[in-house]
Every structure is written in C-alpha cells, then in structure tokens.
C-alpha cells in the first residue's frame, strides 16, 4: 500500500483511536505515542489511546503517556472512523480492543513482525525494521510529515528497547540512520537509556534474582529456561511489569542457544517467551499460536504449566537436535 494513502485516511477521520498490545512493552507504547504526537503536530487531531493492560512504570516518562486509557475505560458500543494497531502481530493481542477494531469504519495494521498476516484494512508491516518505531519514522518521513521532540523521543524509545540497545541481529545500518537523525532532533540517548534500563525496582531485581535461581539446564546446558508460578509474583508482589527481560538474561548465559520463560497465568494457561542465538523461535510460537521474530517471540498456550514446558521443550528439541 503506498505510504500517501495512509495521510488521506488519518486526514478524513474524524475520529481515531490508536491500540497497542497487551503487556506492552516500550515499542508498542513508543510507536502509540509517537503516532498520537506526529498526527497533532501535522494534522490538529487529537487521537485516543488505549492499553489493554496496565503501562510498566518504566515508561511513565513517554510523553503523551497520561492521555492513555485502559481499554475498560472506552465505550465499546462507539464506532471510530479509523483505529490503528501499532506493533500488534495478531489480532488477538489487542483482547477487547477487537471489538472497536471490527466495528470501525476503517481499520490500519503497523507493524514488522513477519509473523503479521496483513489482518487490517491496510497494512504497513516491514519485517526487515528493527521496531514499528522506526517503520513509523519511515513512515513520517515518506509523508513530510514534521517530526517534534516528543514524537521522537517515542520513537527512539522503540527503537532502542527493541533492539535491546543496539545489540540484537534486527539491528541495521538503517536502524542507526533513523536513530542518528531523531538524536538530530533533540533526543538524548544518555538520558532515555537511564530512564528505561537504570531505572529497575527492588521488586523486580529480587523476583528476576528468584527466577533465574530456579532455571533449569539441558542438552549440555544450550537449552536453558525457568518457571514462573503464581504463587512466584505473589511472594514478591511482582507484576507482569517485572516479567521484563527475563527470558533475555537466561539467553546471555554463554553455552545457552535457546532460552524459555513459562509463566502461569492465571487463567490457568501458560504464557511462553522464547528467545535464541541460532534458532527460529518464532517456528516454534507458530506452532501454538504465536508468532514474533526469528530470535525473539511468544506464544500462550492453554494447558497447565508442567504440561506446557514438555510441549516447549518437545518442538525445540525436534529442531535444534544436536545444536
């Protein structure tokens, strides 16, 4: 779809309401609010947000942030002209967000997961961008769209939270060229980086300590993962903020290739988050529903936890069988 069309539909809507993912995590929230700003900055509208869940406090800095509801907060008998999904690789990641989204007159999917089947009325999805931040930034620039200090903060929030600092394999020559230019705007690297990765609370580093003390080791420890009951963030009085990151710490343990978290939900579910140095992760989150990047992805699957560890572990030693 070409990028001009995406002007003249937000520039007809009267109304427009922005979703991001459930448990959002500092590219959804970036790109959300990086949107809301760009389209008042260039078009005079003010657009709503909603979360459907709650925003970890880590990114209570974003600016726009205040104007984001929880998705229990919108009337979901209204009918928007337009409501755009940012970062959202499956519908079913924007849980009663659906409901708008299926009603609205015109409804606009942007994202880079490649896992994304195109679900909305129009679709920007560039696999090959780091984040939807910087698919947005190619998006404003492609439209002359001016690009103010808050805008860009969002945007180089996404774009450094998702690429983990400059240091995952989405990181790409024009993933520093979009970065450089938002540092021309005004951004200050040193300062988003303090906010977003020296910023932890006690609560989360005890429970992370806690969970990385229990992980378990196989396959000559390349196959590393760990269990998180609920019982877990009760003792610690965690959220699913506090989730954040985990899976990444197991996988920078230097023999581990693959690294898992299980978390029981409390629907009695279990939530996975799959991470890799040399294995197609999201293979593996397709097979139950998922989806993400190749070294980084997530599924949910609807079985108890011991149950869903075993089936995890069966679909990755079935590929990496002698890695």
Not at 262 to 270: H, I, Q, R, V
Request: charged share 25%; net charge neutral; glycine share 6%.
């Amino acid at each position: 779809m070409e990028y001009s069309n995406l002007n003249d539909i937000i520039k007809s809507s009267k109304n427009i309401l922005i979703l991001s993912h459930v448990n959002p995590d500092g590219d959804t929230l970036g790109s959300m609010c990086g949107l809301y700003s760009a389209i008042y900055e260039n078009h005079k509208k003010k657009c709503e947000m909603a979360a459907m869940s709650k925003i970890p406090d880590v990114y209570l800095f974003l600016p726009h942030i205040g104007e984001v509801k929880n998705i229990d907060e919108i009337d979901k008998s209204r009918e928007y002209d337009l409501v755009i999904n940012v970062d959202v690789a499956s519908i079913d990641r924007i849980c009663d967000g659906k409901i708008l989204f299926d009603k609205a007159k015109k409804t606009v999917n942007i994202d880079h997961h490649k896992t994304n089947p195109a679900y909305g009325n129009f679709n920007f999805i560039d696999p090959e961008a780091s984040s939807t931040g910087e698919v947005l930034f190619g998006l404003f620039t492609k439209m002359n769209w001016k690009i103010n200090l808050d805008c860009a903060i969002c945007l180089y929030n996404a774009i450094l939270t998702d690429t983990g600092s400059f240091r995952f394999d989405n990181t790409k020559p024009k993933t520093f060229e979009c970065a450089s230019k938002l540092v021309e705007i005004g951004v200050s690297p040193s300062d988003i980086y303090k906010k977003v990765y020296e910023s932890d609370s006690k609560t989360l580093v005890m429970f992370q300590a806690h969970c990385i003390s229990k992980a378990k080791f196989l396959k000559d420890n390349k196959i590393a993962y760990t269990v998180v009951y609920k019982k877990d963030m009760e003792k610690f009085s965690a959220g699913d903020e506090c989730m954040e990151g985990l899976t990444e710490k197991l996988r920078a343990i230097v023999t581990t290739k693959v690294a898992f978290v299980a978390k029981e939900m409390k629907s009695g579910g279990t939530k996975i988050s799959m991470r890799s140095k040399c294995g197609d992760v999201a293979e593996i989150s397709g097979v139950f529903g998922g989806g993400g990047h190749k070294y980084a992805a997530g599924c949910t699957i609807k079985a108890p936890v011991e149950k869903a560890v075993e089936m995890i572990l069966k679909e990755i030693e079935e590929r990496y069988n002698g890695f």
